[in-house]
C-alpha cells in the first residue's frame, strides 16, 4: 500500500525555523515527484512546490519562491518542506502528496494526513 | 496563472439523487497533441486530507464508486455523483495540472438535503 506519513503539528514564534517531514512507502521513491500543497484555515488548496527526488530537482510557486525549501533524502524515503524564517500567515495545514507526472505536471495521489503549522506569538 | 472557479459554493441533495458541481479555468487545459483534459477532481472529508477521485477529467481512479462521474473539455467542467449517499458528503476540488503553478478551485461543500 503506498502510504504518505507526516510528522506532527508544530507551534512556533515569527521568525523561527521550522522542517517538517513526510517520509513514503509502498513504492519506489524515486520515480514519482513529491510535492506540498498548503490549506490555510477555512481556505482552498494552495500548490507549494514540489521535487524529484532522484535529482532534487524543484519548482515552486512563485507566491512562495525564496521563503519556502524542499528538499528529499532518497536514504530514508523522505521529503522535506522549511523555513528560516517563519510569518504568521504561513500558519496553515500542509499536506504532502506523490505526484502521478504527466508532461510538466499531474495529478496527486495519494495524499499524506497533513501537518498543522501554527504561527503565532 | 489559471484560475479555477466552482458552482456553485454549497449545495444539499436529498440521499439518492444527483449532485452536479461546475468547474471552469480561465484559459483552455485542453493539450491538443493528446487530445486530453489536464483536470483532476478531489474529495475532501471532515478532518482528512484530499482523496483523487478523476484524472483527465473523466477517468475515475481505482476503487472510487461508479456513481462518481466526469465530463467536460476545454474550460469548462463538471463532475456528478448519481445516487448521492450519505458518504459522499464533503468538500469536492478541482484541479488544474496544465500549466504551473497547478491551481485548485475554491472547493463546493455537498450536504444532504
Known amino acids: 500500500e503506498v502510504q504518505l506519513v507526516q510528522s506532527g503539528a508544530e507551534v512556533k514564534k515569527p521568525g523561527e525555523s521550522l522542517r517538517i517531514s513526510c517520509k513514503a512507502s509502498g513504492y519506489t521513491f524515486s520515480q514519482h515527484w513529491i510535492t506540498w500543497v498548503r490549506q490555510m484555515p477555512g481556505k482552498g488548496l494552495e500548490w507549494v512546490g514540489r521535487i524529484d527526488p532522484t535529482d532534487s530537482y524543484t519548482n515552486y510557486n512563485p507566491s512562495l519562491q525564496g521563503h519556502v525549501a524542499i528538499s528529499v533524502d532518497t536514504a530514508s524515503n523522505t521529503a522535506y518542506l522549511q523555513w528560516s524564517s517563519l510569518r504568521a500567515s504561513d500558519t496553515a495545514i500542509y499536506y504532502c502528496?506523490?505526484?502521478?507526472?504527466?508532461?510538466?505536471?499531474?495529478?496527486?495521489?495519494?495524499w499524506g494526513p497533513g501537518a498543522q503549522v501554527t504561527v503565532s506569538s | 496563472d489559471i484560475v479555477m472557479t466552482q458552482s456553485p459554493d454549497s449545495l444539499a441533495v436529498s440521499l439518492g439523487e444527483r449532485a452536479t458541481i461546475n468547474c471552469k479555468s480561465s484559459q483552455s487545459i485542453l493539450y491538443t497533441s493528446n487530445n486530453k483534459n489536464y483536470l483532476a477532481w478531489y474529495q475532501q472529508k471532515p478532518g482528512q486530507p484530499p482523496k483523487l477521485l478523476l484524472y483527465w477529467a473523466s477517468v475515475r481512479e481505482a476503487g472510487v464508486p461508479d456513481r462518481f462521474s466526469g465530463s467536460g473539455s476545454g474550460t469548462e467542467f463538471t463532475l456528478t455523483i448519481d445516487t448521492l449517499q450519505a458518504e459522499d458528503v464533503a468538500v469536492y476540488f478541482c484541479h488544474q495540472y496544465y500549466s504551473d503553478p497547478p491551481t485548485f478551485g475554491p472547493g463546493t461543500t455537498v450536504e444532504i438535503k
Open positions: 502528496a506523490r505526484v502521478i507526472m504527466v508532461a510538466s505536471g499531474g495529478w496527486l495521489d495519494p
